[in-house]
């Protein structure tokens, strides 16, 4: 699926010690969204606050349509 390869993609940056930026994040974390797994987009989402990765309105609003893809209506409302 897409946002396998995404979610590899991006993991491969890191293991390259090449420092991914907010748009590989924040394209990473669509396209779990897209692809159901808003646990992997959470994940990721986190992942940017804890490396101190600003996260803009773009990660917010593709961390929110991941949610409301999986049903997880909660979960999007704490991020705010």
Known sequence: AMWQRAFAT???LGMALLEPDA???NATIS???NGAQWQHALLLFTTM????LERDQISFNAM???CDK???WRQ???LF
Do not use: D, F
């Open 10 to 12: 991006l993991i491969a």
């Open 23 to 25: 748009i590989s994040y």
């Open 31 to 33: 396209g779990c969204g």
């Open 49 to 52: 606050n804890r490396i101190v």
């Open 64 to 66: 929110t349509s991941a």
């Open 70 to 72: 999986g049903l997880k």
């Open 76 to 78: 999007a409302q704490e």
